[in-house]
């Protein structure tokens, strides 16, 4: 059996490592815990542990853990592809979305934020490599779609995410991330205030944290496999 408060202790000296490694302040980047498809005592055992943010992909099962953990002090982030009728229930819940790429998905998000809340943080995911039918909004569309969003109420938009293609070696991992870092830079030249380059999974987080990540979305390195 993992431990997943082993596991947390250990990332989070690895996570302060890598930054100062990198010339960067030993608390540059957050730890986001994704959770998805992962029992719920491994999620409380996260939460005794201190971690404070959780990364969902599907409605239904983040709404069930929502619900299950209630009385804990954590805060929701919202990772996977976010169809139109469920944005309701995003907007309602969570605290994070990291998967915008249409400014419809957006402009539902804004209207259905309930006015008694925060406004939601949002992050634009990019297609940083281009693939052909992959989530994310091209480099080329980026800087209209950030500018819209940034303008709707309700939504506090933050910065990027990015989910490159799975490289092995640590120079190929960091290509991706530089090319989001300068898409990212670009936005804050152009007048946008932004303060959130969401990349890095298990595998390559520690390139993603050379190029700038601010938060790292990490699931297997925390908890394990994920039920299948
Ligand atoms: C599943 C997932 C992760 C975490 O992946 P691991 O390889 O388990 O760390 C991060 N980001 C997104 C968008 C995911 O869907």
């Known amino acids: 059996m993992i431990g997943v408060t082993e596991n947390l202790l250990k990332i989070r000296d690895l996570l302060s490592r890598y930054a100062l490694e990198a010339g960067r302040p030993a608390d540059a980047v957050q730890l986001l815990a994704v959770s998805k498809k992962q029992p719920l005592e491994k999620l409380h055992e996260a939460a005794r542990a201190g971690q404070h943010d959780f990364g969902e992909n599907v409605v239904q099962e983040a709404l069930a853990k929502i619900e299950a953990t209630a009385s804990l002090d954590v805060t929701w982030h919202f990772i996977g592809h976010l169809q139109t009728n469920k944005t309701r229930a995003v907007a309602e819940h969570f605290d994070w979305v990291h998967s915008i790429d249409r ?7 804004s209207a259905q934020r309930p006015e008694g809340l925060a406004s939601l943080n949002v992050c634009l995911q990019v297609n940083i490599d281009a693939e052909q039918g992959k989530s994310g909004v091209s480099a080329e ?18 910065g990027l995410m990015c989910l490159p293609a799975i490289h092995t070696s640590f120079e190929a991992q960091r290509e991706p991330f530089a090319k989001l870092r300068e898409q990212y830079e670009s936005l804050c030249g152009s007048g946008l205030e932004l303060d959130t380059l969401s990349m890095g999974m298990s595998g390559d987080y520690r ?22």
């Open 207 to 228: 390139a993603a944290i050379f190029e700038g990540a601010t938060m790292v979305r990490l699931g297997t390195a925390i908890f394990g496999q994920r039920d299948t």
């Open 141 to 158: 569309e980026l800087p209209e779609l950030a500018h819209a969003v940034s303008e709707l109420p309700g939504l506090r938009l933050r």
């Open 103 to 109: 400014l419809k998905t957006a402009r539902r998000l």
